[in-house]
């Protein structure tokens, strides 16, 4: 993959649009890209394990994994190419552990950013590296709000179902 179809490809992924108008920065990111390819099936990312690696997904189609506390795998979403996705973001920002697991569907192809060269990219370029880093803050905010819903749905629901069972009343009952 040349640097011109890195660069094209950055250009459309979300973390990069503080810089997609921006072709000398996008030319700076694509020269620390990796292309890196698998088969259907392989593990790309393992939950618990430790990480300091950004993947965009260039080809094919991956799931998004999570563990129950019963150790059950479930899939908390699918992404393919077409969608313009990345995951593995918080690996650039922290060297705690994954948070989940991604596994292709199908031959794959991600272009890849170790958090070293981010680092090393972002202390030659600071104004890059922050636009870059305020991206993923937002990307996380987003996320965090949505997992707040979520968990106001699901313990409404909760609630709702204690209450139907005859052992808790509903809130302001009385």
Same mark, same amino acid.
């Given at each position: 993959m040349d640097e011109r179809s890195i660069v094209e490809k950055l250009r459309k992924i979300e973390l990069f649009q503080g810089i997609k108008d921006d072709d000398e920065r996008l030319t700076k990111v694509s020269g620390i890209v990796s292309v890196r390819r698998c088969k259907a099936g392989h593990q790309v990312i393992t939950e618990g394990e430790a990480g300091r690696e950004f993947f965009v997904l260039n080809k094919g189609t991956v799931d998004v994994l999570k563990r129950t506390l019963e150790n059950d795998v479930f899939t908390i979403v699918t992404l393919t190419d077409e969608e313009d996705v990345f995951f593995g973001e918080l690996a650039l920002m922290? #060297? /705690?552990? =994954?948070? !989940?697991? *991604?596994?292709?569907? $199908? #031959?794959?192809? +991600?272009? @890849?950013?170790n958090r070293d &060269? +981010? &680092? %090393?990219?972002? /202390?030659? #370029?600071? %104004?890059?590296?922050?636009? *870059?880093? %305020? !991206? *993923?803050? =937002? !990307?996380?905010? $987003? =996320?965090? %709000?949505? $997992?707040? /819903? #979520?968990?106001? $749905?699901? +313990? /409404? !629901?909760? *609630?709702?179902? @204690?209450a139907e069972s005859g052992n808790l009343e509903e809130p302001g009952e009385d």
């Open positions: 922290d #060297d /705690e552990l =994954r948070s !989940a697991s *991604v596994t292709a569907n $199908t #031959d794959c192809e +991600f272009l @890849v950013i &060269d +981010f &680092d %090393r990219l972002g /202390e030659k #370029d600071p %104004r890059l590296g922050l636009l *870059v880093t %305020r !991206a *993923v803050g =937002r !990307a996380l905010s $987003t =996320r965090l %709000r949505k $997992t707040n /819903e #979520d968990l106001i $749905t699901l +313990f /409404e !629901a909760l *609630v709702g179902e @204690v």
